[in-house]
């Protein structure tokens, strides 16, 4: 019977978001628009004659939004996210890699079984790394879906694309989590804000502490039955109903080489000794500090394995030609969301949604009404060190006042971050590109997950 329910819901809302969900490029520029409307309305005067008229106000605005356009660390942080894709499908097109998926996409032989795999690989690898997390569980369920397809076992494609999705749902909770790891740093730009200069917030009172752990670890058994519980009855879509990436073979000509240039084409001898010099670097990194899986790390690490997996430099180099086709939407949608970002900050359009909450919090309710609020400004801002960027100072400033301990507020952010991932459809990009889905496909299947954990997540702010 709870199958049942849960089987109608995601039915309803899927059929209500493939209804009226735009396309996420259309998402952003319509999110465009309120920012600067809202903006327009709550930003202060600006310098000059015509500082407080409409159009000195709305020339500053415009300024601040195309600047953001080129913001250095916005543009950074897209090219690191593209690498992350482009890197880890090249594994993914390895022999080995081949081999391994071949054998781990065989272990399930019902629709349920692969999707309880995706599910709790998705939620395991993403608390472990985020980036890390989403490439591979979207890999792992294109491929999960090829081979049911193939050995003719009927299971929803999109529901199996939720499944890896979920890899985003428990990120900002777990080791890779942005506002917390930034808070356990003793020189930090939200301490300076608040004139804590060195103060730092310990890991024991974020990631690790109790309620936290408690929260994911409900989460980590409620999330898998319900994605299995969404599966229809009836109408289900296979692999064969998604744009995927078409199998591609290595076209490399195996005749020997007949030329020095074709040696070193050909050769295994570059790319696996470059490849093995990275990973020993890798080693001497997490030697001397610790588990520190920031982008630029599982960038080198991705780098690196695939050129050592890979039979050839061109074998290599085709493999990465091959993935780029997926991160379109990422190279498109980043900006403007660098814009969207700069006009929250200039503005003060962030402060002033946490205010709304923060005028009805309480000690007790603050980390509560701080979650809500930051869920709201995922829509703008969907970026989790974004997020903390705009947001977090105001939101420690009230914890300051009324006496909650930071470490609650600053999980309060990043729940609220994580969990507007369900309905915030920017990050899920990457997926969509690997597997062949659009927006649409899985986002209903995501508010009923958004429906589901958030009470869970509020709960554990409250406790």
Same mark, same amino acid.
């Given at each position: 019977m709870i199958t049942d329910v849960f089987a109608r819901a995601g039915g309803h809302a899927e059929r209500f978001v493939r209804r009226f969900m735009p396309d996420p490029f259309v998402l952003v520029l319509l999110l465009t628009l309120v920012a600067l409307g809202l903006g327009l309305v709550t930003m202060p005067a600006v310098p000059g004659p015509e500082g407080d008229a409409l159009?000195?106000?709305?020339?500053?605005?415009?300024?601040?939004?195309?600047?953001?356009?080129?913001?250095?660390?916005?543009?950074?942080?897209?090219?690191?996210?593209?690498?992350?894709?482009?890197?880890?499908?090249?594994?993914?097109?390895?022999?080995?890699?081949?081999?391994?998926?071949?054998?781990?996409?065989?272990?399930?032989?019902?629709?349920?079984?692969?999707?309880?795999?995706?599910?709790?690989f998705g939620l395991v690898s993403g608390w472990v790394h985020w980036g890390f997390g989403l490439v591979s569980s979207a890999l792992l369920a294109r491929e999960v879906g090829r081979s049911l397809a193939a050995r003719g076992v009927k299971v929803h494609y999109a529901l199996l694309g939720t499944g890896a999705y979920t890899s985003m749902l428990l990120w900002h909770a777990g080791l890779t989590a942005s506002a917390p790891l930034l808070m356990n740093t003793e020189k930090n730009f939200v301490s300076d804000v608040l004139g804590m200069k060195g103060a730092k917030i310990p890991l024991t009172e974020t990631i690790f502490a109790p309620y936290n752990l408690v929260a994911c670890a409900i989460l980590f058994v409620l999330v898998p039955p319900l994605i299995v519980a969404m599966q229809p009855k009836e109408g289900i879509v296979g692999i064969e109903g998604a744009d995927v990436p078409p199998l591609e073979t290595d076209s490399t000509d195996e005749t020997p080489p007949q030329t020095p240039a074709e040696w070193l084409d050909k /050769?295994?001898?570059?790319?696996?000794?470059?490849?093995?010099?990275?990973?020993?670097?890798?080693?001497?990194?997490?030697?001397?500090?610790?588990?520190?899986?920031?982008?630029?790390?599982?960038?080198?690490?991705?780098? =690196?394995?695939?050129?050592?997996?890979?039979?050839?430099?061109?074998? +290599?180099?085709?493999?990465?030609?091959? /993935?780029?086709?997926?991160?379109?939407?990422?190279v498109l949608q980043f900006p403007f969301y660098g814009g969207?970002?700069?006009?929250?900050?200039?503005?003060?359009?962030?402060? /002033?949604?946490?205010?709304?909450?923060?005028?009805?919090?309480?000690?007790?309710?603050?980390?509560?009404?701080?979650?809500?609020?930051?869920?709201?400004?995922?829509?703008?801002?969907?970026?989790?060190?974004?997020?903390?960027?705009?947001?977090?100072?105001?939101?420690?400033?009230?914890?300051?006042?009324?006496?909650?301990?930071?470490?609650?507020?600053? =999980?309060?952010?990043?729940?609220?971050? =994580?969990?507007?991932? =369900? +309905?915030q459809p920017f990050w899920s990009l990457p997926l969509l590109g690997l597997m062949g889905l659009r927006a649409r496909d899985i986002m209903g299947f995501c508010l009923v997950l958004f429906v589901v954990c958030l009470p869970v997540l509020g709960l554990a702010l409250l406790l």
């Open positions: 159009v000195g106000k709305g020339s500053a605005l415009i300024k601040v939004w195309t600047d953001g356009f080129g913001n250095a660390e916005i543009l950074k942080f897209g090219l690191q996210i593209i690498l992350i894709v482009v890197t880890g499908e090249a594994i993914a097109a390895s022999p080995p890699a081949k081999r391994m998926l071949a054998k781990l996409t065989a272990l399930p032989k019902t629709a349920p079984q692969a999707l309880l795999l995706v599910t709790v /050769s295994r001898v570059l790319t696996f000794v470059t490849g093995m010099l990275g990973l020993l670097f890798l080693r001497r990194h997490f030697r001397e500090h610790g588990f520190d899986l920031n982008h630029n790390v599982v960038n080198c690490t991705f780098l =690196m394995l695939g050129m050592t997996l890979h039979p050839s430099p061109v074998s +290599y180099a085709r493999a990465i030609a091959r /993935s780029v086709r997926g991160v379109s939407g990422i969207i970002l700069e006009i929250m900050k200039f503005t003060g359009l962030s402060q /002033s949604i946490a205010h709304v909450f923060v005028n009805a919090a309480s000690t007790h309710t603050l980390p509560f009404f701080t979650f809500l609020a930051s869920i709201l400004t995922k829509s703008f801002v969907p970026s989790g060190a974004g997020e903390w960027a705009v947001e977090g100072p105001v939101m420690l400033q009230a914890a300051k006042e009324l006496g909650v301990p930071f470490g609650k507020i600053t =999980m309060a952010v990043a729940y609220g971050n =994580m969990l507007g991932n =369900m +309905y």
